[in-house]
Every structure is written in C-alpha cells, then in structure tokens.
C-alpha cells in the first residue's frame, strides 16, 4: 500500500473466517488478497499456520463491502451539510466500500461535464471509499442528446431526475417526455435511470402549506401532504414509458429504477406487473423505511421527515414481506443530510424542515436488527446491499467475495449489540440530526476494506484518503 492509505501495511495477506459468505454460499477459510484484488479463496482447516500475514477473524463474518447507490453527500458546494471527508469516513466505518452519489444538494447539480468536472475534483484525495457518479436528467438537458451523451462519455453511471419538486432550486422536475428522451440515450450505453417517483397532485398540494392541514408539528399532518397516491400516479406515468424497455423495444438496452419505494401497496403492484410484462425495471426502499413507522414518530421530531415519508406500521410490515418475496430488489441509504439549523429541531416543524435521513454509518445494523423478526439471512443482506446494487451501477469487479474481484471487504460481528448514543464515534459531520440516535442495535463493524486497503478498524480511519473515483467507461 501506498503510506497512509492503509491500517494494514501489507500487499498480500489472507482475511480468514469461520463464516465468509461467498456466492456459493458460507464458507470457513480465508480470502486471498494481492495488489488490491482477491486472488484465491481457500477453504476449510488447511490455511492455518501456513501462511506469513494471516489476519484471523475468527468467527466473525467476512463478506463483501455494502455497495451503497443513493448517497447525498452534497460536495462541492454544501459540503457542510457532509462533503466527501466524512461522508466517506462515516461509509467506511458503517462497512460501504463503494457508494454512488446523487448529482443533487451539491451545488452546482451535477448536469453537466464542467459540474461532473467540479464534482470528480472535490472528490479526489478526499475519500476513503471508492465514489461513483449519477448524473442528473433535467429539463435543460434531457432533450439534448448531444449534451447527455457528453455527461454519460464523462463516466457517470447513469442518470437520476426528479418527478416532483427536488427542494433544491438547480435541479428542477422532469416529467414522461423527459424521461422517454432521457432513457432513449441510456439504451446507448445500457445505463440506468433513477427516479424519485412522486408525483405532486394539485388536490393535495395545498396542505403543503403552512396554513393547511393542522399542527404542523404533527407528523400526522405531514404524512398527509404526501399520500401513497403521489408515488402510485409516479409509477403509472413511468410505465408508460418503460415498455419502450422491453427486449425489441425502442429503449431496448435502458433501465429504470424506481429510487426509496415507501408505498408497498398500489406501487409496488403496478411495479411487480411491469416487471412481470417484461419491462427492464428494479426498485429499492431504504432502512428507514423498514425500521419506523408513522405511528412512533414523535411530533416536532423531525429527524424522521423525509420523502416520500414513513408510512403506518401496516405499510412497514407490507415492505418487509416485498424485499423477502424479491419484489424489491435492493436497499440503499438515502443518505440526505443538512445542517441542524435546516432540520429546525428546536421549532419542530414538519412542513418547514429539511427533508432526508441521516444514515450512512448505519444500514448495516440498522436492516440487520430490524430484519431479525424476519429471520433474514447473512445471503439476502449481500443480495440487497452488494450484489444487486453492483449490478445496477454496472460494477462487475463489485459487490461479491470472488476470485478476481475488487478485494472490498466487510468484517462485522452480527451477534455484538450496541448502544447508538453519544459515546459511539459517528463520523457524519451532523450526528444530531440522524434519527438512529438512541437506538440499541446489532451488528458492529470490525474492519472494512477497499481494494485491500484495510480503511477503518476499530473507530480508527487509515491516515490518508485512498479511495477511487470510479467512472464508467
Ligand atoms: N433533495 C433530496 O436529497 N431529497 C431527498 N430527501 C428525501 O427525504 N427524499 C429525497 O428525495
Ligand atoms: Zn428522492
Ligand atoms: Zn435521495
């Protein structure tokens, strides 16, 4: 390694466990790492004593770093809401290897080469995981073929639009047609579109306002300024253009994933139906929408306002049985931070504060605890937060404990319980706003590694940031 970039200053070393879970399932042995890449993978009793630099986990579970393909981390430009530093450092502590980040709450929005440029720069030498790119289809952009095709050449790994408002003035709504344009140039280039997949229906649109509704403390009132109805109307309008998809369609090639499902009813099962009819179609929800439910949230806490918002323990329980069915492909953060002052904790206002979950260090424990009720398995975690993800953010060196692969390696104790307060090191820069505070959770982080490099262990980061930028090409 080069100096700094690891805790672990060796090029070739085994990681071994009793339970490394691989894609032929849980495995005792060790993984093989040299120059960055995992080389060989051995199994059982033999490996022990045999090899110089062994790092042992014991019974500890090795398996491949969360791929994490919806992260905000709001660089340049607001990076005092996050920034790469400590986003990444807060990923690397959580076990993400690898995670893409949205073109959106960073200013400029990454639309363009030149913001593609800005952002590519904050992040070099300042990360500790690898980083890739969406880029963002808006208005502006999304009938010029010419200019999204410069975007997609410039290595992002797809697009990302809004069908209602963003909050963030730079990135203003698209609606079908601009999507239909925008999935026309990605069939090019067999990369996906993500959409936030909310419609605003005019009926409702004013409870938005201050004046509507009742207490706007309550998050009763909040939940009503955005009813499943607005992610139904979304899903429908997109199926509308994602038969064009379907193999010897006109968008033959381009995909389309729905980002943070919350509604798990009339969504869902227009979803599902598409899927069924052959549409190239996938869709995630995100922790927070599996751990809380509407009824629990205390008024005037707005660490839990984000949206579409956290629907009734029905719709939970709904949630829960989609991702175990395969009807929901995968899980990602959704991590939106801001500063305190926006999340207006003091005043407690629903329909005034930032909207976004605070979560990054967290998904790991966080679906591994909420999920215990569930009996899901060390396999399913892998398929929702590193297989699949890799393979909607076209990352083939990713996302499996594999000869050949990327040597990105979570080390993680799924039995040891922890206390989420103010003694646990949390490396986001604005751990008061995020809503896993005070939570008791299980399933503590060891060490996580990229590309062999061993990036966090034990509350301590490597000295320097040595994480990749990762382009498509
Ligand atoms: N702009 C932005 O990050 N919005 C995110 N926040 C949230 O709660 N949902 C989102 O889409
Ligand atoms: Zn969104
Ligand atoms: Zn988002």
Known sequence: SQSGCSLFPHSHYWIASKRIVTPQGIISGAVEIKGGSIVSIVKNKDWSGKFKQVVDYGNAVVMPGLIDVHAHLDDPGRAEWEGFPSGTKAAAAGGITTLIDMPLNNFPSTVSTETLKLKIE???????????FWGGLVPENAFNATALEALLDAGVHGLKSFMCPSGINDFPMTDARHIKAGLSVL???KRPLLVHSEIQSVVESHLETEDGGGDPRSY?????????SWEEAAVRELLTVTKDTRSGGPAEGAHLHVVHLSDASSSLDLIKEA?????SITVETCPHYLAFSAEEIPDGDTRFKCAPPIRDAANKEKLWNALMEGDIDMLSSDHSPTVPELKLLNDGNFLKAWGGISSIQFVLPVTWSYGQKYGITLEQLVSWWSERPAKLAGQHSKGAIAIGNHADVVVWEPEVEF????????FVKNPSISAYIGKRLSGKVLATFVRGNLVYKERNHAFAACGSTILAT
Do not use: C, F, Q, W
């Open 122 to 132: 904050a992040a070099e030498k300042s990360i500790y995981v690898d980083v890739g």
């Open 187 to 189: 069939a090019k280039y």
């Open 220 to 228: 009763s009132t909040y939940l009503k300024t955005r009813p499943p």
């Open 275 to 279: 899927k069924r009819r052959g549409d």
């Open 419 to 426: 206390d989420l307060n103010e003694d646990h090191p949390m």
